[in-house]
């Protein structure tokens, strides 16, 4: 039962453990990470009649490859304990 489910908790250790090394080279502080939030949920139509548009582009494309890192730190960690176990 506990090997089955190892796979995924070494998944989101590693998943959880990329977020932790990488938020301070990437965001710097947490406002810059809220930022980016923002600006993502934001449309983009909006912030191109704020003329913010560049910005906007740069923020969430900043979030998304942090999110993609995490994520495929962690995809590649259940797939390396799933060949190890299985």
Known sequence: MILENLPTVI???AG?????VLFKPF??????FWECVGYSL???FLSWLDKDLQRDYGKSMKL???LL???FAGF???K???VLLN
Do not use: H, Q, R
């Open 80 to 82: 390396g304990a799933d």
């Open 64 to 66: 998304g490859l942090f």
């Open 27 to 32: 965001f710097g502080a947490e406002d810059d």
């Open 16 to 20: 959880i453990l990329t977020f932790a």
């Open 42 to 44: 934001k449309p983009n």
């Open 76 to 78: 590649l960690s259940y």
């Open 69 to 71: 890192l995490c994520f």
């Open 11 to 13: 998944a989101v250790a």
